[in-house]
């Protein structure tokens, strides 16, 4: 079957830093995406892997091992507009090379003063 | 250059009514995605449709649910004999071509249904 898993809630300060994990279980990969989401708007693209290894962008930067099935999000220098779901989502091999993702449940940060 | 718009954004319907979602891709993108988004969970695919095909509808329920993507106009997700099961968020994407570099599906803001 196909499985993405990643934590539901996570606390944080502004100004830390913090790691969101997601592993992953689907038929083939094919790339892994990770969304911001804040309450009641759209997902907005943050980061794409397809290689292991680490993809770094201004203060996030995100995460593959695919032997592991893993992945992270790290996000640095945390802001109060960081406070949003960050959701893990993968595109399994067999979706014919099209956006069929399959998305976790997102992960609710919360950033505090 | 306008992204992916949806309209309504909120849409309240009465059970056993139809509802019907409408979706204009980016400027230039004929690919468009649905997606369900139910409170709590992670969104799920619903179909996958270029100009005037339906490519991958397996997400979709086979019953009640439809969706088209004509030559012109927007793409539409028909829900007929709405269930209360039926309330969540409704989110289309876009992209210019199938699958290429990740950064290249784009979400509009969601139509949210509620089913009373």
């Known amino acids: 079957g196909q499985n993405i898993d990643q934590p539901t809630e996570m606390t944080a300060t502004e100004g830390a830093i913090v790691q969101i994990n997601c592993t992953y279980q689907t038929s083939g990969f094919n790339g892994l995406f990770w969304y911001q989401q804040h309450a009641g708007e759209a997902p907005t693209f943050l980061s794409y892997n397809v290689l292991d290894g680490l993809e770094e962008k201004g203060r996030f930067s995100s995460f593959l091992s695919r032997s592991k099935g893993y992945s992270y999000l790290l996000l640095k220098e945390l802001q109060m507009k960081d406070s949003a779901s960050y959701l893990c989502?993968?595109?399994?091999?067999?979706?014919?090379?099209?956006?069929?993702?399959?998305f976790g449940a997102g992960t609710r940060l919360a950033v505090h003063p | 250059n306008a992204g992916v718009m949806q309209n309504p954004r909120h849409l309240v319907r009465r059970r056993g009514q139809e509802a019907r979602l409408r979706c204009s891709p980016m400027?230039?993108?004929?690919?468009v995605y649905w997606y369900r988004q139910l409170p709590e969970e992670g969104l799920k695919f619903m179909v996958y449709?270029?100009?005037?095909?339906?490519?991958?509808e397996s997400g979709m329920p086979k019953e009640r649910f439809s969706a088209e993507f004509p030559k012109e106009g927007p793409s539409i997700l028909r829900i007929q004999q709405v269930v209360r099961g039926d309330s969540a968020a409704y989110f289309c994407?876009?992209?210019?071509?199938?699958?290429?570099?990740?950064?290249?599906?784009?979400f509009g803001e969601g139509s949210w249904l509620t089913v009373v």
């Open positions: 400027k230039g993108h004929s690919h």
């Open positions: 989502a993968v595109r399994p091999l067999f979706s014919g090379g099209y956006n069929k993702l399959i």
């Open positions: 994407a876009s992209s210019i071509d199938r699958a290429s570099s990740g950064n290249t599906i784009y």
């Open positions: 449709l270029q100009k005037e095909n339906i490519i991958d």
